[in-house]
């Protein structure tokens, strides 16, 4: 059964660094999502992307953050100058159209900030 | 008001029992209702989604969504040591967006 794969499953940087979290989405899923997991909060939306552009972001996807999908299969999350709020779980979803229905999420990235 | 509340729990109950998951929401420009279940340090994985109002089934489990509550539930019946994880509700305002917004999650423990 296809998945959406994540990497690395776990990154450590410190205060300042950047940090680049890599998905592989389904193969033939168009749409692509970022989301977060604070420790013991909600999932939240960060971004969603379709046709190489932003589709929609929410109100904590600011300057420090940015999207790219520099080939054909992989989708990144990249975030500047971490901060120690940043640590949470990372995720990254896919699915075959907008809108819903079927988002399908991979393992997550755990990132800490130090 | 939060837009989506959903109780954390925990709730623990027995091999076998029916298990009733709930969230309310205030946004009623929510038309897409999915449930997920996320287990320890791993991905949220889609259990079942419903649109507008009515109910839902597959095996175990059975989605019932009321707009004019703005309540949603997740049935499982039989339930077995493994379903034990945390569900979470989520909900999509249409088909022009993407963006989901969850519950909190509640955490469901099925004993033995």
């Known amino acids: 059964e296809p998945e959406v794969t994540q990497t690395p499953s776990h990154q450590v940087t410190q205060m300042g660094q950047e940090v680049i979290l890599r998905c592989v989405p389904i193969?033939?899923?168009?749409?692509f999502y970022w989301y977060r997991q604070i420790l013991g909060q909600k999932v939240e939306f960060l971004v969603s992307?379709?046709?190489?552009?932003?589709?929609?972001k929410s109100e904590i996807f600011d300057d420090q953050f940015s999207v790219e999908r520099p080939d054909g299969s992989n989708f990144t999350l990249k975030i500047r100058s971490t901060k120690l709020e940043d640590s949470a779980m990372y995720f990254c979803?896919?699915?075959?159209?907008?809108?819903?229905?079927?988002?399908?999420f991979g393992p997550g990235t755990r990132l800490t900030v130090t | 008001q939060k837009e989506v509340e959903q109780d954390p729990g925990p709730l623990s109950v027995p091999e076998g029992a029916i298990v009733s998951l709930n969230c309310t929401y205030s946004?009623?420009?929510?038309?897409?209702f999915m449930w997920y279940r996320q287990y320890s340090r791993k991905g949220p994985e889609l259990l079942m989604y419903?649109?507008?109002?009515g109910n839902k089934e597959d095996g175990r489990f059975t989605a019932q969504v009321d707009k004019s509550s703005k309540y949603i539930s997740l049935f499982i019946r039989d339930s077995q040591p493994s379903d034990s994880a945390t569900y979470l509700c989520?909900?999509?305002?249409?088909?022009?967006?993407?963006?989901?917004?969850f519950g909190q999650g509640t955490t469901l423990q099925v004993k033995p």
């Open positions: 979803a896919s699915s075959e159209r907008q809108g819903l229905l079927e988002q399908y």
């Open positions: 193969s033939n899923h168009l749409y």
């Open positions: 992307f379709y046709n190489n552009e932003i589709s929609e």
């Open positions: 946004n009623s420009a929510f038309q897409y």
């Open positions: 419903t649109y507008s109002s």
């Open positions: 989520a909900m999509s305002a249409g088909s022009n967006t993407g963006k989901l917004i």
